[in-house]
T-cell receptor, first 117, second 112 residues
Framework: GAVVSQHPSWVICKSGTSVKIECRSLDFQATTMFWYRQFPKQSLMLMATSNEGSKATYEQGVEKDKFLINHASLTLSTLTVTSAHPEDSSFYIC?????????????FGSGTRLTVV | DAKTTQPTSMDCAEGRAANLPCNHSTISGNEYVYWYRQIHSQGPQYIIHGLKNNETNEMASLIITEDRKSSTLILPHATLRDTAVYYCIVRTYQGGSEKLVFGKGTKLTVNP
């Protein structure tokens, strides 16, 4: 089945530094990838949608300059949290849709737990 | 905003069928219903999706009402490992982009 690899699975960083999270589709090409954030005991919140080769579309209230998304290839999207602060600590999850069509469904990565200290 | 509403929590006895309801009364004609589940601190796992017809796979069955305003996910023989938060999602298009917007989900607890 379709597999999405997300790396790292957890990261601790100092306040003010930047962190990059990678999301790779291993056995399919993904024209569209999604980034979510999840706080404890809450549901997933969609942050942005990225399409290969074009700028990401951010949800209302999500700072595009703080959460940089790059989707340069059909198998890789990255989320960079710039100048991270403790309030950015959260569980970040990516999802990818098979380029062959949305009938194939959406596959989620295993998530990245970010802790900013 | 999510287009679905689900009960906050449900309990089920191991070995019995778990029936998880979902209301999506504002669904449009071309919008699919997806079901995912999330076990603590993991990424959501795909279960099933459908448009109009009932669907079945190795994990579950999806029953969609004729007016498409609600659906039910059926886990035929629940096991302890089915304890998770189950999300019913309507795939939408907004501003030319497709989206899977999660609601609050149903926390299913399977009891021995």
């Amino acid at each position: 089945g379709a597999v999405v690899s997300q790396h790292p699975s957890w990261v601790i960083c100092k306040s003010g530094t930047s962190v990059k999270i990678e999301c790779r589709s291993l056995d399919f090409q993904a024209t569209t990838m999604f980034w979510y954030r999840q706080f404890p005991k809450q549901s997933l919140m969609l942050m942005a949608t990225s399409n290969e080769g074009s700028k990401a579309t951010y949800e209302q209230g999500v700072e595009k300059d703080k959460f940089l998304i790059n989707h340069a290839s059909l198998t890789l999207s990255t989320l960079t949290v710039t100048s991270a602060h403790p309030e950015d600590s959260s569980f970040y999850i990516c999802s990818a849709r098979d380029a062959r069509g949305w009938e194939k469904g959406y596959t989620f990565g295993s998530g990245t737990r970010l802790t900013v200290v | 905003d999510a287009k679905t509403t689900q009960p906050t929590s449900m309990d089920c006895a191991e070995g019995r069928a778990a029936n998880l309801p979902c209301n999506h009364s504002t669904i449009s004609g071309n919008e699919y219903v997806y079901w995912y589940r999330q076990i603590h601190s993991q990424g959501p796992q795909y279960i099933i999706h459908g448009l109009k017809n009932n669907e079945t796979n190795e994990m579950a069955s999806l029953i969609i009402t004729e007016d498409r305003k609600s659906s039910t996910l059926i886990l035929p023989h629940a096991t302890l490992r089915d304890t998770a938060v189950y999300y019913c999602i309507v795939r939408t298009y907004q501003g030319g982009s497709e989206k899977l917007v999660f609601g609050k989900g149903t926390k299913l607890t399977v009891n021995p």
